[in-house]
């Protein structure tokens, strides 16, 4: 029997429990011993639960506890989630969690402790809900060097992207909506201006380098300027728009097809996606990343990027490979050496213009080279530059003054 503490009854924490005790004799097949949930820690009461007499409210009840071998930390945040994993790990507890927070901040301390005392940080599901994605890099793809991860990684943004591009809704009205059907928070600032999406970019960028990427220092940008006549000439070009979240090893001007890997460019933004490439039907909430290795060539990973049940099976996945490895380190994760990042300005683009019809010619002659876009019932113009860095472009940009409406980056591959 391996018993099990749950850190948080809300919905992840409630919906592991769910999965375990619903699942039970598959999981027991699988994981070679019975799981047990011992305790649930919450500071509220559950009348009424079928659990309700498996709650505690002071963890040290757990970590006091010799029999329990695995902690789930499905409270969020990066105050007390992490003084309980802390705590959990130095005490030889594995832990299990969906925190992505906690994740991108703590990663190598947390990482290290667990190496240290013998047992194990999974955070399988601090990413992708319950996509398998953290394993696949750390395990599946352990002979490949990987060279590109790119990806939807929000299903929130995606939700309203989608919306925006099926209906031409308006971004505040369809973020109302998102809201209201539970998909947004009542804040929802982390999620529209890619503050999620950077942190789990950041964490696939550290499994992707076994470095340290602090998610603070990726360059982040959101959806809120984003409108319906954006994808009117998106739908010119043969795209649609998705925020992208993208790490990927620089290429060694001076020797093409060779990369760097001492160089990372990790970025979130907003891109002009063709219709041909297969995260352009990545649509609603659901979540879709690729994964290019230098021998494997192009992976694709695809599903339910939240939600209680999707999220919570993917911690009791993590669960399940720490009951098969008791007492037992398994190697993953990365060590707390930075990895070197790339200066976004200096990397090139191609991008997308939306003027003012008077704008136009001054954008032409700024940035000479592009080609004229239209899209009927705008009453804007559009214009797609060169390949340029993005530091010149910035610079011609400025100039452009209120005459420039917008402007979005365009992916030209993957």
Known sequence: MVYVAVLGYGTVGSGVVEVIEENKDLIAVRAMEELDVKYILDLR???????????????NVILDAPEVK????????????????????????????????LVAKHGPELLRLAKE???????????????????????????????????ILNGTTNYILTKMDKEG????ATLKEAQDLGYAERNPEADIEGHDAARKIAILSCMMTDH????????????????????????????????????????DASNPGSYSDDLLNVMVAPFFVPLECPLAMVSDVFNGILVTGNMVGETMYYGKGAGKLPTASAVVSDVVDAARHPGKHVPGGWDDTAASLADVTECERTFFLRLTPAGLEAAKDLLPGGRVVTAQGTGDAGYVTPKM??????????????????????????
């Open 70 to 101: 695995v902690v789930c930390e499905t409270m969020g945040g990066v105050g007390a989630a992490y003084q309980f994993s802390k705590a959990a790990l130095e005490r030889g507890k594995s832990v299990c969690t969906s925190n992505k927070e």
């Open 389 to 414: 860095k993005e530091k010149d472009f910035d610079e011609k940009a400025a100039k452009l003054g209120d005459a420039l409406l917008g402007r979005i980056r365009m992916l030209e591959s993957v």
């Open 212 to 251: 340290f990427v602090d998610s603070e220092k990726v360059y982040t940008e959101g959806i809120s300027k984003i409108t319906p006549a954006d994808f009117a000439f998106a739908k010119s070009l043969g795209c649609t728009i998705r925020l992208l979240g993208m790490s990927c090893l620089m290429e």
């Open 45 to 59: 009461e559950f009348p009424g639960d079928p659990y309700e007499s498996k709650i505690v409210h002071d963890v």
């Open 169 to 172: 809704a308006e971004f505040d």
């Open 117 to 151: 005392h013998n047992c194990n940080y999974f955070f399988e599901a601090s990413v992708g809900g319950g996509i398998p994605i953290i394993r696949p890099i750390a395990r599946s793809l352990t002979a490949e060097r990987i060279l590109r991860v790119v990806g």
